[in-house]
């Protein structure tokens, strides 16, 4: 494999708070030419890759020239994320080869404009005469170079440009001038044009790809089968199939006619497909399926699909199309999942009590008609659809944690209302995230010493804030939100609030006693949305409400502030988490006079998709390689904040035969977290947490950036070098590099942390004497 050696295309500026700029994760896209004369072979070309990757959507961009409108509009019917690109065809006249009057000779040069695109990290491009076969994951995954099969006639050192996987130091200005001048020069053979002008330019230098991925026509001469292992057939030439075929070539043929499909017909074929369907294709293809048929079976896929990306009314409103029989039990108990999703309380309970009498969906049906009945604050009926759900499956998690979040036996309230802050949180449970664990009491410790039931009453964010509630906050003396990242949509979804704490408009402006929202966080992955209208409406009420707005990061405030009107701007404040300033805020706190030879490495799978794209094989053969090498320096561990976290273990053992110990911290109480960390020498953490909390205790950090609320943290720190990116071509040597950085001379590196977290403080203090006036002592 050879690859070139252009410098790397810096990305283009964006503004601090772009997720993609933050976390690098890489952008992919398809593309291809297209006018009318080849929009029949896109249209099967389009129909090909989505039933053969089922799972893949990513953008497509389609370069043209003048497409019709309607012709636009059939290109749309087919793909949910079509990028619209015209081509910029006069800079082509002043290319010195061919009949530059003749269309069809200056539209061949036209696909070059790919290399013009800016937004992407990677993208493939497909010839308009191709369809696609098999999977392209292998294409997905391409990380470095240039990418083409070599042509079939002329032998390795040419590239066949019907297949081009480029990356993005190739989609930069310097390479486009290389194009240019080539092109002006009429230094190439007129091989195709664009494909003679990128071989002049490439000169043999380009990554070669197995023929399967550009499997041209001409190799199947004489009638021959398409082979098996075929990923994209190229019908090069002059006959296309849409246009008559070509003698000798029937069984070519036949296979681009599997796809000629009509739009009712693809859409049944892709929505009866095995394996993972995507949420954006199965979407763009269901719902008009349901629409014209009524399949209930479908609706469920669709409404699951948007609970999934947290379009909770897209998921009511399309299993509300549909007439459910009384003895379909799935749907019915999505359905509810749905309802409940935006508070629509009673319909769901009913859809879910016609779920529970299927024995497959029993155990799941009663768990959700557990959780609700808990979100309503009746514990008693959680408990008992909690208990239900066990009996019908003994093994089934979310029952067993409803029924010990319903059995659970509240703290007796030591002190008088006039005397505690009211506190709404999300309080985690016993076996859960040590990081969520840790925070209620971090905070509680920012305002005080004691953090018992005698300065605090507990108010569970997720829980129905009802008539009930408003009465026990207005009877304290102020009430704190925080901290966490609680402004996230799908973390327990409700229609009232849409973020996390379940509260009505007119209950929130019926609270009487100052109101401080206290570090807390915007949360949003990288590619995920909030139903904008009723989280800003909840958002701008808050504000207003609030005597104190503090947000634990400076992308936090940015974010929010841009869903506020001008004038609320000034309202919302930087209050850092309190677990980065844990060293100041616990009575007593010593630093160790030693700490162990350890690295702790922790590694986050919630919304996996969200964190790696298709880049999670790289990411795990890269942390294979960074285990071994720091293996070097000290002992590796896996600090797991929950349960899920243990895979990063699992996977290392299972595909490198690596063995790395586990510490279960979802099994911590709150001191032995902090003196985890406390006591090594360094962390390698994804999680939020996983940063911050050694970072308070004084230890060193190395973030690895999967969500963008850790490139905020390390910016607000000054610090952006200690995090690197899950998706770094060179995460390895990087994360080991900046290991041997921090740990060279630790005492100098504990004495960093120390210092950055001292303004950290002083923020916090300037905060704490706000604080004091606005809430009484």
């Known amino acids: ?143 470095e170079g240039l990418a083409a099969v070599p042509q079939f006639f002329y032998g390795q050192h040419k590239l066949n440009s019907g297949l081009l996987v480029i990356q993005r130091e190739y989609l930069s200005d310097e390479f486009c001038a290389r194009i240019d001048a080539c092109g002006r020069s009429g230094d190439y053979e007129l091989d195709k044009h664009d494909q003679g002008i990128l071989n002049s330019v490439l000169a043999g230098d380009f990554v070669r790809l197995d023929p399967r991925y550009n499997f041209v026509k001409r190799r199947l001469s004489g009638d021959l089968p398409v082979p098996e292992d075929t990923a994209i057939l190229h019908f090069t030439g002059r006959h296309k199939p849409w246009q008559g075929g070509e003698a000798g070539y029937s069984q070519a043929e036949e296979r681009w006619r599997e796809f000629e499909l009509s739009d009712a017909d693809f859409h049944a074929a892709y929505l009866a497909s095995s394996g993972g369907l995507h949420h954006d294709l199965l979407v763009h293809y269901g719902t008009p399926h349901v629409r014209r048929t009524g399949d209930v079976e479908v609706a469920r896929k669709v409404a699951a699909a948007h609970i999934g990306a947290g379009d909770y009314q897209d998921a009511v409103d399309v299993l509300g199309s549909v007439r459910i029989p009384l003895d379909e039990a799935w749907p019915h108990e999505v359905y509810g999942h749905a309802l409940m999703s935006v508070s629509r309380y009673e319909e769901a309970r009913t859809q879910l009590l016609l779920a529970t009498a299927a024995p497959n ?67 985690m449970d016993r076996q859960g995230n040590a990081g969520d664990k840790l925070l209620p009491e971090s905070v509680r410790l920012a305002f005080g010493p004691d953090t018992t039931s005698r300065r605090w009453h507990p108010v569970h964010a997720h829980r129905l ?10 009877s304290r003396r102020g009430m704190v939100i925080g901290g966490g990242g609680l402004f996230i949509p799908d973390t327990m979804p409700n229609g009232n609030s849409a973020w996390q704490w379940n509260v009505p408009d007119e209950l929130l402006n019926r609270i009487d006693v100052p109101i401080a929202v206290f570090a807390v ?11 904008a209208g009723r989280f800003r ?107 899920d976290d243990e895979k990063i273990a699992f996977d290392l053992r299972r595909v490198y035969g690596i063995s790395l110990p586990v510490i279960p911290m979802y099994d911590f109480d709150n001191d032995e ?65 900046r290991s041997k950085d921090l740990l060279a001379d630790h005492d100098r590196t504990v004495a960093d942390v120390h210092g950055r977290q001292q303004e950290l403080w002083k923020t916090t203090e300037a905060n704490a004497a706000d604080l004091r006036v606005v809430l009484g002592g």
């Open 465 to 474: 804030f009802d008539e009930a509630a408003l009465k026990r906050v207005n």
């Open 537 to 643: 409406s909840s958002l701008r009420q808050l504000v207003e409400r609030s005597s104190f707005f503090g947000l634990r990061n400076h992308g936090s405030i940015e974010k929010v502030r841009a869903m506020l009107p001008a004038h609320l701007h000034d309202k919302v404040r930087f209050q850092p988490c309190p677990t980065t300033v844990t060293r100041q805020l616990v009575a007593g706190w010593q630093d160790p006079a030693e700490r162990e030879d350890t690295i702790l490495v922790n590694a986050a799978y919630d919304r996996a998709g969200l964190r790696f794209g298709h880049d999670y094989d790289y990411f795990l053969a890269q942390m294979a390689q960074a285990v071994r090498d720091l293996g070097e320096l000290a002992e590796v561990k896996c600090a797991a904040h929950s349960l």
């Open 521 to 531: 966080g915007f949360n949003a992955f990288d590619g995920q949305s909030y139903r």
């Open 1 to 143: 494999m050879t690859t070139t050696s252009l410098t790397p295309a810096a990305a283009p500026q964006a503004p601090a708070t772009d997720a993609h700029a933050l976390t690098g994760k890489r952008r992919i896209a398809f593309a291809s030419f297209v006018d009318e004369n080849y929009l029949p072979g896109f249209l099967v070309l389009l129909k090909s890759l989505a039933l053969s990757n089922p799972s893949v959507c990513e953008d497509f961009v389609v370069l043209h020239d003048d497409l019709r409108p309607g012709s636009i509009a059939k290109i749309r019917d087919l793909h949910p994320r079509i990028v619209l690109r015209r081509v910029d065809a006069d800079r082509y006249d002043s290319y010195k080869k061919g009949d530059q009057d003749n269309y069809l000779v200056r539209k061949a040069y036209f696909i070059l404009d790919v290399f013009r695109l800016r937004e992407y990290d990677t993208v493939i491009t497909l010839d308009t005469d191709m369809v696609v076969l098999d999977g392209l994951g292998e294409l997905l995954q391409l990380r």
């Open 361 to 427: 969906r029993a155990a799941t049906a009663h768990a959700r008609l557990a959780q609700m009945a808990w979100v309503r604050g009746d514990n008693a009926e959680a408990l008992r659809h909690a208990t239900a759900g066990m009996s019908v499956d003994p093994t089934h998690r979310s029952s067993r944690l409803w029924a010990q979040r319903a059995a659970s036996v509240p703290a007796q309230e030591q002190g008088s209302p006039e005397d505690q802050l009211a506190h709404v949180a999300f309080y």
């Open 673 to 737: 977290i902090r003196d985890l960390y406390a006591r090594t020498k360094l962390v390698i953490g994804m999680r939020g947490h996983a940063g911050m909390i050694p970072f308070g205790c004084g230890t060193p950090i190395i973030s690895l950036i999967s969500h963008p609320k850790m490139a905020y943290f390390l910016r607000d720190i000054e610090r952006p070098e200690w995090g690197v990116s899950v998706h770094d071509r060179h995460l390895a040597a990087r994360l080991v590099e």
